[in-house]
Nanobody, 114 residues
Framework: QAQPVESGGGLVQAGGSLRLSCTAS??????MDWFRQAPGKEREFVAR????????YYADSVKGRFTISRDNTESTGYLQMDSLKPEDTAVYYC?????????WGQGTQVTVSS
């Protein structure tokens, strides 16, 4: 699996929104996940989409605020982040997987100011 590429991070005020993108290899995927890691903290799961079905799964911390989606043609996934909180500040990583093969992106910084 080729390394995916994230984009869309930046600085936003609390209550604002950002949309992250993750561009994959172009071949069909099994799943696309988003994780995040804040300084001094463990990397934590954020959201998953099953590529074929479109079914999604979210961490409780972001449920109702974040939405993961996909574009099959472009092999691109999105993480729409609304009602952002300072606690959402982290580097966000995309992980793509099909069968035993998986790959991580380099990450994109999201900073939410109060």
């Amino acid at each position: 699996q080729a390394q995916p590429v994230e984009s869309g991070g930046g600085l936003v005020q609390a209550g604002g929104s950002l949309r992250l993108s993750c561009t994959a290899s172009g071949r069909t995927l099994g799943t696309m996940d988003w994780f995040r890691q804040a300084p001094g903290k463990e990397r934590e799961f954020v959201a998953r989409i099953f590529w074929s079905s479109g079914n999604t799964y979210y961490a409780d911390s972001v449920k109702g605020r974040f939405t993961i989606s996909r574009d099959n043609t472009e092999s691109t996934g999105y993480l729409q982040m609304d009602s952002l909180k300072p606690e959402d500040t982290a580097v966000y990583y995309c992980k793509v997987q099909k069968g035993p093969q998986f790959a991580w992106g380099q990450g994109t910084q999201v900073t939410v100011s109060s």
